[in-house]
């Protein structure tokens, strides 16, 4: 591949509410086995990309752990590797990373040293699987200075929190605004950047000088005029985790076997760390329709349209539905939870009931059984 791919990872979210309170978005569990950044780290790897750079911040202790070998994604190589960023305090700089193009300039000799010709810059809190072969081979046909991969969102939509562009016939992005009040596309930008990597050397510098951080709104909208940036489209899933909300409905999506079997069944694969736990085990009782159930898992109550993390304990006469339970909860006996999001390491008392009426409720007992 003739490229290295930076991954963006820093970034905090308060609309996330507790959930990124001990993680950040790109560590947040998803479809069962997964972190978030795995897709990612699977669509570079799978793309041949040899040279990958995640670039974290903020809450990134569990990232960093889960990033701690290189193995799961095959880039355990002598040439390449992946490599795990950190804002660094020198006498030259006492900053952390004050946007997306400043956490790229505060690493710009990661760019320098490389040979690779072309970078692909992508974030970590999204799901979704591409080729960036496919992506590179229309970058260099259209000769462009940056390509933007773009996906069509349906109709109805609120896409007030994306950058959202306008092409022509020709796929060169006529018209990008970053959140607009009100939207004149349904055509958004995925957050994934294809460009030349002295040339990203040049604009990063550039912003430095002028004391700008951001990365759209001080490179890409602010050379949009000036530069040919195209928009390549996917036609294939994308889901951002942002909110709550699109966290469960992601989520929630991998109940669909549509979706299941474009990530789980069809090629490439998607790779992640992987725990030597036990397969789930369903004890005389257990009741489990339209559910993912991860490893580890031991359940003796009902559990419908829910997807259960790793070494989650359902008890007796449990009843699950419509709800996310993280990473090693042990749920009581008699214990009713619907519509709800159940923090990781909680111990939920027998007999209780947890219900989001309105929207999707978090459950944080803040009694974990474990030091954190």
Known sequence: MKALGIILAGGNNNKMQELSNKRAISAMPVGGSYRCIDFSLSNMSN?????VAVLTQYNSRSLNEHLSSSKWWDFGRKQGGLYVFTPTLTADNGFWYRGTADAIYQNIDFLKRSHEPYVIIAGGDCVYKIDYNKVLDFHIEKKADITIVCKDMPV???VSRFGVVRMNEESRIVEFEEKPMVANSNTISTGIY???RRQLIEMLEKCAEEERFDFVNDILIRYKNMKRIYGYKMDSYWSNIATV??????????????????FFKQEPAVYSKIDDLAPAKYNIGAD???????????????VENSVLFKQVFVGKNCVIKNSIILNDVYIGDNTHIENCIVESHDTIHANTYL????SVKIVHERNERYIM
């Open 288 to 302: 489990v329709h339209n559910s993912l159930v991860a490893s580890g898992c031991i359940v003796n109550g009902t």
């Open 156 to 158: 109805g939509t609120d």
């Open 245 to 262: 909300d699109d966290y469960y409905r992601t989520n929630m999506d991998f109940l669909d076997p549509k979706v299941r079997s474009f």
């Open 47 to 51: 793309s041949r990309i040899q040279r």
């Open 355 to 358: 219900s989001g009426e309105d």
């Open 194 to 196: 294809i460009l030349r």
